[in-house]
C-alpha cells in the first residue's frame, strides 16, 4: 500500500509540472497560513522524484524552509511530518518533503512557517523513498489554524490529495472527526481540487448556500461514513 500511495503524490505532481527542546518560537501567530514560494526547491524536487536523481543527494546535510503540516497515514498506520511550500505565486504546483525525527519533539502547530535541517536519506519507510533524517525544527512563525482533529487547510494541494485518499479509503478510521478542507465548487454538495479537474472529489452535507461553482472555499464539518456532516462553507483567497 505505501508503494501505491507514494505513486498518487508523484501523480498530482506530475499534473503541476506541475526540536525538538530547541524550538526557537516567534512572539505572535500568524493568522493567514504562512507560505514559502521557492521554484529551486520545486526544480530540486521534480528532479528528485520526477528524474530520479535522489541518490545524487543521499547523505547530504540539508535545509529546509517551509510549511509544517502532518499525514494520518492509515495506510500504513502512521504519522507522517512534512515541510511543503509553493514553486510560484499560482500556488498551482508545490513541493514537500517528508520529515523523520529520532525522537519526535514538541511540534509546532499544523500550518506553522519552520526551517528543517537534517540528512537526505534513503529509507523505504518513508512515502516516497526519501526523507530528512534527524530532523531538527526552528519555529519562524507560529500558525493560529483551526482547532480540529484533521486539518488539510494547513497543506499544499499534493498532500491534501494524500490525506483525502486516506480518509475515503479507510472512513472508519476518521469517524467522528472533525474536519477542514479546501477546493473549488464542484457541486452543491461537493468540491474539488483547487486546480486541477478529475483529480479528486470530496461530499459534503450543509445547510449553508453554496457558492458557485468553482469558487474556492473552506468546508468544515464532521466526517460520518467519509462525507463531511453539519459543514460550514466559506469562500477564501488564501489557496
Known amino acids: 500500500m505505501k508503494k501505491t500511495l507514494a505513486i498518487f503524490i508523484s501523480i498530482v505532481f506530475a499534473f503541476g509540472m506541475c526540536a525538538c527542546g530547541q524550538q526557537k518560537k516567534s512572539t505572535a501567530a500568524a493568522k493567514t497560513l504562512p507560505t514559502i514560494i521557492d521554484t529551486t526547491e520545486y526544480v ?7 528524474n530520479e536523481i535522489g541518490s545524487d543527494y543521499e547523505g547530504k546535510a540539508v535545509t529546509k524552509k517551509g510549511t509544517f503540516t502532518t499525514i494520518h497515514d492509515e495506510f500504513n498506520n502512521v ?6 511550500g509553493y514553486n510560484d505565486q499560482t500556488k498551482c504546483c508545490d513541493w514537500q518533503w517528508e520529515l523523520h525525527f529520532k525522537d519526535i519533539p514538541k511540534l509546532p502547530a499544523n500550518g506553522s512557517l519552520v526551517e528543517a535541517v537534517g540528512t537526505f536519506t534513503a529509507d523505504e519507510k518513508s512515502l516516497d523513498g526519501y526523507w530528512i533524517d534527524d530532523a531538527k525544527l526552528t519555529v519562524k512563525k507560529e500558525y493560529n489554524g483551526p482547532e480540529c482533529d ?4 494547513s497543506m499544499g494541494g499534493t498532500l491534501e490529495r494524500v490525506q483525502l485518499i486516506n480518509i475515503q479509503q479507510h472512513p472508519e478510521k476518521f469517524e467522528g472527526d472533525n474536519i477542514y478542507v479546501y477546493g473549488r465548487v464542484y457541486s452543491p454538495t461537493s468540491i474539488q481540487h483547487p486546480y486541477y479537474d478529475n483529480t479528486w472529489t470530496q461530499e459534503f452535507s450543509t445547510t449553508d448556500t453554496t457558492p458557485a461553482t468553482g469558487t474556492v472555499v473552506i468546508v468544515s464539518g464532521i466526517l460520518k461514513n467519509g462525507i463531511i456532516t453539519e459543514s460550514k462553507v466559506s469562500e477564501t483567497n488564501q489557496y
Open 79 to 84: 504519522t507522517r511530518y512534512y515541510v511543503w
Open 44 to 50: 530540486l524536487y521534480q528532479n528528485i522524484f520526477m
Open 150 to 153: 484533521v486539518d488539510l487547510t
